[in-house]
């Protein structure tokens, strides 16, 4: 009972505190000697605290996805049309409509993204097997049943399969990027750290789901499933809730306000019609439905979504994969990027930026595991064979080393430790290899790294036979060590104040530091020990490494600011590396930089301020990146967090666009996000954006071009009941005009290019509404055009004698031909259509407008297309005054663009 309480409390016990305990408190809490539990008390706390894996996601089924997909209120006033007409007994009317909500229901049923997956690839990094001591032996178990108190080893290769309070440790490293952001493996060591250490620097502790990369060591267990740090992620994936874009918040905005204006129109013309008109209720219901049908976009959602779905054609080609289709126009809105560091917008490729000697500070050229450099020191470029210094650390810095550099289809790769690799690309540019090393100084015997003594260590004999031991490892350590440095004349007395300065100023330029030392000498005894690296070394070097920016990355910055778009860097590094590599970034610069440590004791409105003037953070936690999205969120900024670990994950699916890595990223970070970088390059975010922002023009333009033609359908119908003749249109043949040919004209206008200034403008306000006061204008202007052209039309072969059929057929056509001079009108808002580039600048609007022809022909001559939309033959005469009505709204929106060039109102409405 003793034990089960103790579990009990250990649960209370905050997670985060266990990093702040030694071994023998943590012993003590959990119950566990040095053979481990037994299995009794295995299966009893198994039984206590369930299996070592996280909760599944709750799905939605099939049929609860469908039923999502009616949730629109244009598509509730179609059904409650629908309804009428069939009470009526309007048959051909109630297909046609079903047939319109069907389309729309099952494209977005296709198209719902499936975010809950996330927490699937979370899961799948879980240890599937571990060795755990119980009753005193090593066995295999299955990683789902290990409980808090047992005992866990680990060795190379392993990923951790719980959070462990390590009690053992020989030379481990931890690679735990997908948990804290950091580029490099972690050495660990056994023992407490401070309580408000961030996760990085909790170096007695390995989380569940990173993996071991060096060593071997042990630990006990002290949180499993929903308890791990990898655990606490899933958490918080499950409470964030799916986040609507700004598009479709518009068009949520848009469709109740055009529904309601809807309904209370019909619902006056249907009063209007029965009490002052006289008209029987049956009669005026088929006008109400045609009213309806005439003003509902029906073709609004389908026709977006496949704007939507070139638009991720194009971003494809650009090696950015859109996983949800949203996205593609958010991308177009972001204010605000929060970027991680580590292989977004930097290489994650260790290099060597700086050798400092007793001779003086060299810098070296060259990015990333490329072996192409220079040497330069004082701006000129030396040969090393000049500096024998240099050339000695150089060499020892390549024969003091385990990892390998290999060169596949012109991509160099680095094989181990990334900042091993950084010295052997180092080496390779001075043209000591890695084989040459081997056959001119092969190795005799190695200390390897261990956090305790902070060095690795090898024995090596020259081609002269001669003995040495080159070590490299912490500065301190190394110049503890040393007693001699390497001067241009040979070995001088130790300057340790002059190393501690360079030391100083390496770290002020936010490089990571590393020193290397040798000395001509033979192990003590028979092989090489700790007592053979006490003394008497001489210092070589110290080495500034850094994982540089992409240069590209760096356009792609400049080009966001140029675009009002704020880049903020989050990062899991240390706060000298994230503000150098932020001014190399131009991120931050001239502003504070903010720790996890310091967000974690702000509250909310404190964090809002911060959020808006601060652009570098770093040591920050999968917490501290949620709230950080939040509070930008909160200041009513659009965000796109960008990220490649398992720690992005939760702010990814909470951000507007999420965007993941798709080389070096984690597959819980693939499937949290919207967008996938198939070349992890920040560049790629810029362009990407452009295609968003020339996504929303386009959409803009295909519902100016859209709504006149609802709108002139519906001034057609008011104008009958107003002045009591006959429907000039029926409900088939609107839908047919706003289903078929609006829609297959209005598509062509998805392949707009983008505009030169697309990313020279600021971007949008969030809270912008889809028409803006011109736009409304625009559209009521042209909507009395296409009424006056159709009805008119009608009236006059009415008038004349003409049959019904072939009048409300001359009357469909009028409209459809007039979209089609209006499509070609519609590609420049405000410039002139009638020269080359306005005629002929998308070739896919003269497509458009060819393949419209064969099917207005069809809806007019076809017998069986008669028999369903009540249309007639028309003669030559009849189609050319057709086209007459057509033309009459090209002059008329051509003259209006004029009339607004020439006042002095262009340039605030270019900006409306």
């Known amino acids: 009972m003793t034990e089960q309480r103790t579990a009990r409390r250990t649960d209370a016990l905050p997670a985060t505190h266990w990093h702040a305990l030694d071994e023998?408190?943590?012993?003590?809490?959990?119950?566990?000697?040095?053979?481990?539990?037994?299995?009794?008390?295995?299966?009893?706390?198994?039984?206590?605290?369930?299996?070592?894996?996280?909760?599944?996601?709750?799905?939605?089924?099939?049929?609860?996805?469908?039923?999502?997909?009616?949730?629109?209120?244009?598509?509730?006033?179609?059904?409650?049309?629908?309804?009428?007409?069939?009470?009526?007994?309007?048959w051909i009317d109630t297909g046609v409509l079903l047939v319109a909500v069907a389309v729309n229901?099952?494209?977005?049923?296709?198209?719902?993204?499936?975010?809950?997956?996330?927490?699937?690839?979370?899961?799948?990094?879980?240890?599937?097997?571990?060795?755990?001591?119980?009753?005193?032996?090593?066995?295999?178990?299955?990683?789902?049943?290990?409980?808090?108190?047992d005992l866990v080893q680990v060795a190379s290769g392993d990923r951790v399969p719980a959070d462990l309070h390590l009690v053992a440790a020989k030379g481990l490293r931890v690679e735990e990027a997908a948990l804290t952001g950091e580029s490099s493996p972690v050495s660990k060591v056994c023992g407490p750290v401070p309580v408000d250490a961030p996760l990085g620097d909790r170096f007695g502790m390995a989380y569940s789901g990173t993996l071991v990369v060096h060593g071997q060591g042990s630990g006990v267990v002290v949180a499993t499933g929903e308890r791990t740090e990898l655990g606490g992620i899933n958490r918080l994936l499950r409470t964030i809730p799916p986040m609507s874009t700004p598009l479709l918040r518009q068009i949520d905005r848009f469709g109740r306000i055009l529904a309601m204006a809807i309904v209370a129109m019909a619902a006056a013309t249907f009063a209007f019609g029965t009490l002052w008109r006289g008209h029987s209720a049956a009669e005026m219901f088929v006008m109400v439905v045609a009213l309806a049908a005439s003003a509902i976009p029906e073709g609004l959602p389908a026709i977006m979504t496949v704007t939507l779905a070139l638009g991720v054609q194009r971003m494809a080609r650009h090696r950015a994969i859109v996983r949800r289709l949203p996205a593609v126009e958010t991308l177009g809105s972001v204010t605000v990027i929060c970027s991680d560091k580590t292989g977004t917008l930097t290489r994650n490729e260790m290099t060597v930026r700086r050798v400092?000697?007793?001779?003086?500070?060299?810098?070296?050229?060259?990015?990333?595991?490329?072996?192409?450099?220079?040497?330069?020191?004082?701006?000129?470029?030396?040969?090393?064979?000049?500096?024998?210094?240099?050339?000695?650390?150089?060499r020892a810095g390549v024969l003091c080393n385990d990892a390998r550099l290999t060169e596949e289809g012109g991509e160099w790769r680095i094989e181990g430790d990334p900042t091993e690799g950084a010295l052997l690309v180092l080496g390779d540019k001075a043209g000591f290899t890695r084989n040459v090393g081997n056959a001119e100084w092969p190795r005799l015997d190695t200390l390897p790294f261990e956090s305790e003594h902070r060095f690795m260590a090898t024995h090596h004999r020259d081609a002269d036979g001669e003995p040495w031991i080159f070590v490299k490892g912490a500065p301190e350590r190394i110049l503890d060590v040393s007693a001699l440095q390497a001067g241009p004349e040979g070995g001088q007395p130790l300057d340790a104040d002059y190393w501690r300065r360079m030391a100083y100023d390496l770290a002020a330029r936010g490089l990571r530091l590393?020193?290397?030392?040798?000395?001509?000498?033979?192990?003590?005894?028979?092989?090489?020990?700790f007592a053979d690296v006490e003394a008497g070394y001489t210092m070589l070097a110290l080495v500034g490494i850094v994982d540089p920016p992409r240069e590209e990355a760096i356009l792609a910055v400049d080009e966001c600011h140029r675009a009002g778009i704020r880049v903020k860097m989050i990062t899991g590094d240390h706060v000298e590396t994230a503000r150098a590599i932020g001014a190399q970034l131009a991120i931050g610069v001239g502003k504070p930089t903010i720790?996890?440590?310091?967000?974690?004791?702000?509250?909310?409105?404190?964090?809002?301020?911060?959020?808006?003037?601060?652009?570098?953070?770093?040591?920050?936690?999968?917490?501290?990146?949620?709230?950080?999205?939040?509070?930008?969120?909160?200041?009513?900024?659009?965000?796109?967090?960008?990220?490649?670990?398992?720690?992005?994950?939760?702010?990814?699916?909470?951000?507007?666009?999420?965007?993941?890595?798709?080389?070096?990223?984690?597959?819980?970070?693939?499937?949290?996000?919207?967008?996938?970088?198939?070349?992890?390059?920040?560049?790629?975010?810029?362009?990407?954006?452009?295609?968003?922002?020339?996504?929303?023009?386009?959409?803009?333009?295909?519902?100016?071009?859209?709504?006149?033609?609802n709108g002139g359908e519906a001034l057609v119908v008011i104008a009958a009941i107003l002045f009591e003749f006959t429907l000039p249109l029926?409900?088939?043949?609107?839908?047919?005009?706003?289903?078929?040919?609006?829609?297959?004209?209005?598509?062509?206008?998805?392949?707009?290019?983008?505009?030169?200034?697309?990313?020279?403008?600021?971007?949008?306000?969030?809270?912008?509404?889809?028409?803006?006061?011109?736009?409304?204008?625009?559209?009521?202007?042209?909507s009395v055009l296409m009424m006056a052209g159709a009805l008119g039309l009608f009236l006059w072969e009415v008038e004349r004698g003409t049959g019904i059929e072939t009048a409300r057929t001359m009357a469909v056509n009028a409209v459809v031909v007039a979209e089609m001079f209006y499509l070609v009108n519609s590609r420049f808002v405000f410039a002139p259509v009638v020269n080359r580039a306005g005629l002929l600048g998308n070739r896919y609007v003269l497509w458009a407008i060819v393949a419209c022809i064969p099917l207005q022909l069809a809806f007019t001559h076809a017998p069986f297309m008669q028999r369903i939309f009540g249309s007639a033959d028309l003669s030559a005469l009849d189609w050319l005054k057709v086209v007459g009505a057509g033309l009459l709204v090209f002059a008329g929106a051509e003259l209006e663009k004029l009339v607004i060039r020439r006042t002095n109102r262009f340039h605030r409405l270019v900006h409306a």
């Open 24 to 90: 023998a408190e943590v012993r003590r809490r959990l119950g566990t000697g040095q053979d481990g539990l037994d299995s009794g008390e295995a299966r009893r706390r198994a039984h206590e605290w369930g299996r070592n894996a996280l909760a599944p996601p709750k799905r939605r089924g099939p049929a609860a996805r469908l039923v999502a997909q009616v949730h629109n209120i244009l598509l509730y006033v179609m059904l409650a049309a629908a309804a009428i007409t069939s009470f009526l007994g309007h």
């Open 105 to 149: 229901v099952v494209i977005g049923f296709i198209q719902e993204g499936k975010a809950e997956s996330a927490l699937d690839a979370i899961r799948a990094m879980l240890s599937p097997r571990a060795t755990v001591v119980r009753d005193g032996r090593p066995r295999e178990v299955d990683a789902a049943e290990l409980v808090p108190g």
């Open 356 to 394: 400092v000697c007793a001779d003086g500070a060299f810098d070296v050229g060259g990015t990333g595991y490329t072996p192409v450099g220079e040497f330069v020191l004082g701006g000129h470029v030396v040969d090393i064979d000049r500096h024998p210094a240099l050339s000695l650390a150089i």
């Open 514 to 529: 590393l020193a290397i030392a040798g000395k001509r000498a033979v192990p003590v005894g028979e092989r090489l020990d």
């Open 595 to 709: 720790t996890g440590a310091e967000i974690a004791v702000m509250d909310d409105a404190g964090l809002r301020r911060v959020a808006t003037d601060v652009d570098v953070f770093a040591r920050a936690s999968p917490e501290h990146k949620l709230r950080l999205v939040q509070a930008l969120q909160a200041n009513g900024q659009v965000v796109a967090m960008t990220g490649d670990g398992v720690n992005d994950a939760p702010a990814l699916k909470r951000a507007d666009v999420g965007v993941a890595m798709g080389m070096k990223g984690t597959e819980a970070a693939k499937e949290a996000a919207d967008v996938v970088l198939a070349d992890d390059n920040f560049a790629t975010i810029a362009t990407a954006v452009r295609e968003g922002r020339a996504v929303y023009d386009n959409l803009k333009k295909f519902i100016l071009f859209m709504l006149p033609t």
């Open 730 to 782: 029926t409900p088939a043949q609107v839908l047919w005009i706003n289903m078929v040919t609006s829609s297959t004209l209005g598509l062509a206008l998805a392949f707009e290019p983008a505009e030169r200034d697309v990313m020279a403008r600021r971007p949008r306000p969030p809270g912008e509404a889809l028409l803006s006061p011109f736009f409304v204008w625009r559209v009521l202007m042209v």
